[in-house]
């Protein structure tokens, strides 16, 4: 009943603010799929050329002169790109006002189209020390894909924000000595193995992997199995709608005093989106089986709006809840970001946000930050 009463506080708070401009966001909002504007399949990362146009010229509120000459391509068959990502943040207390500074991500990207249905892509993120290459061959029926290499699975709504519950939480960043403050696909994540995907006409993609994790401090014992559902049906011109699920079953260390166990964990979550016109609201639900501890269960919510107030401004708010152990009463902790994400140029983003943390018992220890992005 608790989480019902939230749940629909939150869906109201919502549909009287504005529009959602995470990942697949865009999707929504433009009416396609992760796919038409990155190099992976299943989004993040790398845009292909049609998401660079759309960063160069659809998202900021100015564009670059066309006397400044710009490309994505070091020859015709060879893209490059990267990410820079950094926060600005004031961490408030009852006892103390701290301003510090994080590094988010610092990667560096390359594809390289090796055939007409073959591509190879490979990353390098500085700040965590982390690579990622794979191939990918569309070589299935309908533009069906196999991809093999090192990767992040497909699980979920995959958000640019890691320190939403469902894609890893603060990482203790925000609360120092915390411990599982969010799902485990935080952004250190990655896994070596396979992928398939396969199209469902034109208004459904599946996908399953197979791999184990190669990501540091996580400890993960191979192999695991994650597999998603999304379906993306036509609704209108106007509108676009987005609704799926996720599964995700792998082994993970922990300790019981001076035992170390490796219980399988199995995640199982489902997720919605909705566009219209310039508004989108997205959702995702999350259980976990075993996570915290052996015998437990665990919840992660996501729900976000956003809105584009003029062409390059959108106001965005999003709730986020994690309940480690559903057993418990009162361990739960949640969290209300309110804020805005400002594109002034081409390939440059602001977001001011102020984050209402809640926990029990209920202490002073708020968030105001200013996130930089540059990418290209």
Not at 98 to 115: A, C, E, P, W
Not at 247 to 272: C, D, H, L, N
Request: proline content about 5%; aromatic content about 14%; glycine content about 10%.
């Amino acid at each position: 009943m608790k989480l019902f009463k939230t749940l629909l506080s939150v869906l109201f708070l919502l549909l009287f603010v504005s529009e959602s401009y995470s990942l697949p966001r865009y999707a929504l909002r433009m009416g396609g799929t992760c796919a038409d504007c990155h190099v992976n399949p299943t989004g993040g990362l790398m845009r292909n050329s049609g998401g660079w146009m759309f960063g160069k010229n659809v998202l900021p509120m100015e564009r670059p002169s066309k006397e400044f000459p710009m490309s994505d391509k070091l020859n015709e068959n060879i893209q490059f790109g990267m990410d820079i990502r950094g926060n600005g943040l004031l961490y408030m207390t009852d006892s103390t006002k701290r301003i510090d500074f994080q590094k988010m991500t610092g990667s560096v990207y390359t594809n390289v189209d090796l055939s007409e249905k073959i591509s190879a892509f490979a990353r390098y993120d500085f700040i965590w020390q982390i690579w990622e290459a794979y191939a990918i061959a569309h070589i299935l029926p309908n533009d069906g894909y196999l991809k093999g290499g090192s990767f992040t699975p497909n699980y979920g709504i995959r958000l640019d924000d890691h320190t939403a519950y469902t894609r890893g939480g603060d990482l203790g960043l925000i609360t120092p000595g915390a411990s599982k403050r969010g799902l485990i696909f935080d952004p250190r994540y990655v896994e070596s193995g396979v992928e398939v995907g396969q199209y469902i006409s034109d208004f459904a993609l599946i996908t399953a992997s197979v791999g184990n994790s190669h990501s540091p401090n996580i400890f993960v014992t191979d192999p695991s199995y994650t597999a998603n559902l999304l379906l993306y049906p036509t609704v209108s011109d106007v509108a676009a709608l987005m609704f799926g699920g996720s599964v995700a079953i792998f082994k993970q260390q922990t300790f019981a005093g001076s035992t170390v166990r490796f219980p399988e964990v199995q995640m199982y979550g489902g997720y919605a989106g909705i566009g219209i016109g310039d508004f989108t609201l997205m959702g995702e639900y999350d259980i976990a089986n075993n996570y915290v501890k052996q015998d437990s269960a665990s919840t992660a919510l996501m729900i976000e709006a956003a809105y584009s107030l003029v062409k390059g401004l959108d106001a965005v708010v999003r709730y986020d809840r994690f309940d480690p152990l559903t057993s418990r009463e009162n361990d739960d902790i949640s969290r209300l970001i309110v804020g805005f994400e400002f594109h002034p140029y081409s390939f440059v983003e602001i977001r001011p946000q102020y984050r209402f943390q809640m926990e029990h018992p209920s202490i002073m220890n708020d968030t105001f930050l200013v996130q930089f992005h540059l990418w290209y």
